[in-house]
Each structure stands twice: as C-alpha cells, then as structure tokens.
C-alpha cells in the first residue's frame, strides 16, 4: 500500500513548517499546475510549498507519485478554504481574536529570528577552545551525596548545630523540604555535572568523600550537603560531545544576547504595574511545579 501524505498531516505541516522562497522566477515557473475554481497554483507556488514541509516528508514529495499526491491535498485545502470563506468563519470573533494571537506569535517570531537567531552563531572552534578550558565537564565524573534542604538560613544554621550531635539521615527524615530524599536520609543517589543546579553542584562536587559542606544557598532554599562516595571514568572525547555542547553554548549566549537586549528596550520605555488591582479573576493556588535539576 503506497504511503500518503494525509490532509490533517498535511494541513499541520504547513501550520508548523517554515516557507522559503523559491529560486528566481522564470517562464517554467509561471506555468499553472493546479487550478481549483479560480484558484490557481504555478510551479513557484508548489515549490514553495513543499520548501513548507517539514523534514520527515520531504523525502515523500521527491517523486513524481509523491508529488501527484501532495497536489491531489493542496486542491483539497483550496476547496476546504473557499468554504471557509463561503461560511464567512474568518469574520466570527473567536477566529478574529486566534488570528491576532497567531499573528502576534508570527511578529515576535519574527523578532527574535532577526535581532537573536541570525545574530548569534557558535562555531566549531568556539566549541573545541570551551571544550579544553572546562576538563571537569567533561570528566564523566559521578558523585553520590545526601543533603538536607530547608527553608530560611537560621533553620539551617540549627541543622548544623544539630549535625554535631545527631546523625544526617535522621536529620533528613525529620525537617528536610525535600521528602523524596528524606524519606531516604536525604540521599540522591549518583549524579553527574549539569544535572543540578549549579550553585548545589559547585559545592556538592567540591567535597571529599564523607565531608560534609557550609550552608549552600539556591533558588530551593538552603542546603547541607555530605558527599557519599565518587566515581571516574574516562573524560568523553570531543566528538562525543561536540554537537550538545554546541548547542548549549548556542542556547547560552542567545539567552545572554535577549537578556541584554530587553534590557535595552525597557531603558526607553514606561512601564508600570497596577499591582493593587491583583488579583484578577479567581485565582486558585498552583501546585507547585516540579523544577529541572532540582536536587
């Protein structure tokens, strides 16, 4: 059974993709190759339309068969549409208010492609000079700890004075926030670099085994941390790891560049907050959400 593009799919990939335009018009280009109605569709307006399909079914519109069936569904969405317009959907205020969210998206979109996403490169030599500054990245070095986490500094302070006296795991189990290594004595078990936050993981990784840190402040409250045990094996190579880091780097230094930017903008702007007016509506306490590289 041959394999076909499918209107939902279709109609999805032309929401999600990104249209480029075609080469330069030419007399081949300005050939109609559908026409629905009055609606008429060229060469140029088909390639770009499959320059709109997304990666996974470019290869299905590479053959004349493909290509036949892609045509077969944008004759489909050309009926699908005058209907729409037929039924004036476009003028009905939910579609009306949409078509601003869409279009408010598309400008900031737009945006950011312009002042960030073409403005900021790394490139490979960026990569491999990161690479060679931060060895202990890349160590594959893995560490056990157990730690304790609390709400203000002064209770933390007492864990310390306690911690002279009393046992970790005890202590764990009694008063730490975090109940799911708690209920373990406060164990984490093995993690590596980049999996917690980075003020947790600079002190956690800068213990000896068995020792146990200062008060270690971070977005969660206040720590105290004992390291268990640690385990090395051989540094990952640069080819393992160049395409991630690339990215991250990438993701780093756009994140720095909005930052800067936005700053800017708000310089010459007023903005002010009613905040006596909050809040607004019914509003329900949110469960707290689970955070990333929370320990």
Same mark, same amino acid.
């Given at each position: 059974?041959?394999?076909?593009? &499918?209107?939902?799919?279709?109609?999805?990939?032309?929401?999600?993709?990104?249209?480029?335009? =075609?080469?330069?018009?030419?007399?081949?280009? +300005?050939?109609?190759?559908?026409k629905v109605n009055n609606t008429e569709?060229?060469? %140029?307006?088909? *390639?770009? /339309?499959?320059?709109?399909?997304?990666?996974?079914?470019?290869?299905?519109?590479?053959?004349?068969?493909?290509?036949?069936?892609?045509?077969?569904?944008?004759?489909?969405?050309?009926?699908?549409?005058?209907?729409?317009?037929?039924?004036?959907?476009? $003028?009905? =205020? /939910?579609?009306? *208010?949409?078509?601003?969210?869409?279009?408010? #998206?598309?400008?900031?979109?737009?945006?950011?492609?312009?002042?960030?996403?073409?403005?900021?490169?790394?490139? +490979?030599?960026?990569? /491999?000079?990161?690479?060679?500054?931060?060895?202990?990245?890349?160590?594959?070095? #893995?560490?056990?700890? @157990?730690?304790?986490?609390?709400?203000?500094?002064?209770? %933390?302070?007492?864990?310390?004075?306690?911690?002279?006296? *009393?046992m970790f795991e005890d202590l764990a189990?009694?008063?730490?926030? $975090?109940?799911?290594?708690?209920?373990? &004595?406060?164990?984490?078990?093995?993690?590596? #670099?980049?999996?917690?936050?980075?003020?947790?993981?600079? %002190?956690?990784?800068?213990?000896?085994?068995? /020792?146990?840190?200062?008060?270690? @402040?971070?977005?969660?409250?206040?720590?105290?941390?004992?390291?268990?045990?640690?385990?090395?094996? +051989?540094?990952?190579?640069?080819?393992?790891?160049?395409?991630?880091?690339?990215?991250?780097?990438?993701?780093?230094?756009?994140?720095?560049?909005? $930052?800067?930017?936005?700053?800017?903008?708000?310089?010459?702007?007023?903005?002010?907050?009613?905040?006596?007016?909050?809040?607004?509506?019914?509003?329900?306490?949110?469960?707290?959400?689970?955070?990333?590289?929370?320990?």
């Open positions: 059974m041959r394999r076909k593009f &499918g209107l939902w799919v279709f109609l999805s990939a032309l929401a999600l993709g990104c249209s480029a335009s =075609p080469g330069g018009s030419t007399e081949a280009k +300005d050939k109609v190759l559908l569709i060229t060469v %140029a307006d088909f *390639e770009k /339309e499959m320059d709109r399909l997304p990666p996974q079914l470019k290869p299905m519109a590479s053959s004349k068969e493909g290509q036949k069936q892609l045509l077969e569904e944008l004759a489909n969405r050309e009926l699908l549409l005058r209907e729409a317009e037929r039924r004036k959907i476009a $003028d009905r =205020p /939910e579609v009306v *208010e949409r078509s601003k969210d869409f279009r408010r #998206r598309l400008l900031l979109e737009a945006l950011l492609d312009e002042e960030i996403g073409r403005k900021i490169t790394v490139d +490979d030599q960026e990569v /491999e000079a990161y690479y060679k500054a931060h060895p202990e990245e890349f160590s594959n070095e #893995r560490i056990r700890a @157990k730690h304790i986490l609390v709400e203000t500094e002064d209770e %933390a302070k007492k864990v310390v004075t306690r911690l002279k006296k *009393e189990k009694e008063v730490s926030l $975090d109940k799911a290594s708690g209920a373990n &004595g406060g164990d984490l078990n093995y993690f590596s #670099r980049g999996q917690m936050v980075p003020e947790f993981e600079k %002190a956690a990784f800068a213990l000896k085994v068995g /020792e146990t840190s200062g008060i270690v @402040k971070t977005q969660f409250g206040y720590h105290i941390i004992r390291l268990v045990d640690r385990k090395t094996s +051989d540094p990952a190579k640069l080819d393992q790891v160049k395409d991630r880091l690339k990215q991250k780097r990438l993701n780093e230094k756009q994140r720095r560049r909005f $930052d800067e930017w936005l700053a800017s903008l708000k310089e010459g702007a007023k903005i002010q907050i009613q905040e006596d007016l909050l809040p607004v509506g019914e509003v329900e306490e949110a469960p707290k959400a689970e955070e990333k590289k929370e320990p």
